[in-house]
Structure formats: C-alpha cells, structure tokens
C-alpha cells in the first residue's frame, strides 16, 4: 500500500502547475545517439526561477534533439536553443487547462485507490488461504481482515489529502 502511495505522489508531480518544477519533464523521452532515453539520463534539468526551466544537455551537440522531445512531449511548452542550453519557460495556465489537469490528477487518484484495493484484496486471499489451511484461527483472520480494512481507509485518506493539495496547486492563479 505505500508503494501505492510513493507511486501517486510521483505521478502528481508530472502533473503541470502555473510554477516550474523539474518533475514536469520527468517523462519526456529524447531520441539520442541511436536510441531513446530519458531526457534526466542526458541532460540536467533545474529551475533557475518560477517560471523557467533550464535544460543543459551533457552533450552540447544533442540540444536540438532536446529541444524537440520537450515540444512533442504534449506538456504545452514551446522550448528555446540558447547555445548549449535549452531554455524551458512555463506559460500560465488557462482556466480550461486547469481543469483538464484537475480531471488527470482525479484519474490517477482513483488507480491509487484501486491499486490499494486491490493490496486489500490479495491480503484477505491470503488470510483466508491460512485460515483454509489451518495455520491461523477464525478470530485471529477477522481481527487481521479488519486491520486490513482500517490500513486500507487509512491509505485512501492520505491520497484524497495528497489529490487536494495537489488539486490546490493546480487550481492557484
């Protein structure tokens, strides 16, 4: 369940805010010497200011190539070559834009929470299996499946709390 968690909170960070931020371009995959790699395996990614990224490839001479995966990377960024850099700048967000991100960042909250059920779900097999077996007794299942059931509200609740602030910090003008 806290993979589940860990793996949320990754996703929320590709998601898009009016403020710059490396994770944004955690996906984007460029084409270089041959075969496609992720943009942090040859470049390094800061943010200089709020609302610039500053993409400085390893190797001067693959500045185009990443230039054009940031623009084919449908994040809505139009990247700029300054000599051996790649300049990143983050446009404000529409109002519609917005809301598109607030609908992904439910969509990925919702697999949170099936990935967590589904935790729920292959640990109560378990019990049952071993209460089938004779390993554990009925008390000592229910007990446990109900554990299970109070981790597993638990975890749903931390990522509604984790979609909120996120959802905020999409939604700050």
Known sequence: MESAIEAIAREFATVRTSKATTAILDGVRVE?????VQL??????SAPEPTMLLVQPYDPNIAGDVARAIQSGDL???PSVDGAVVRVPIPPLTEERRR???KV??????EGRVSIRHARH?????LLKMQRDGEVGEDICR??????????????KKIDAMLTRREAEVMEV
């Open 105 to 110: 960042l439910h969509r990925m909250a919702e």
């Open 122 to 126: 292959d640990a109560r097999d378990r």
């Open 143 to 156: 007990r446990t499946m109900a554990e299970v059931q109070t981790n597993t509200d638990e975890y749903v």
């Open 40 to 45: 942090r395996q040859v470049a390094n990614v």
């Open 100 to 102: 598109e991100l607030v």
């Open 32 to 36: 270089a010497y041959g075969s496609i």
């Open 76 to 78: 809505g960024l139009n």
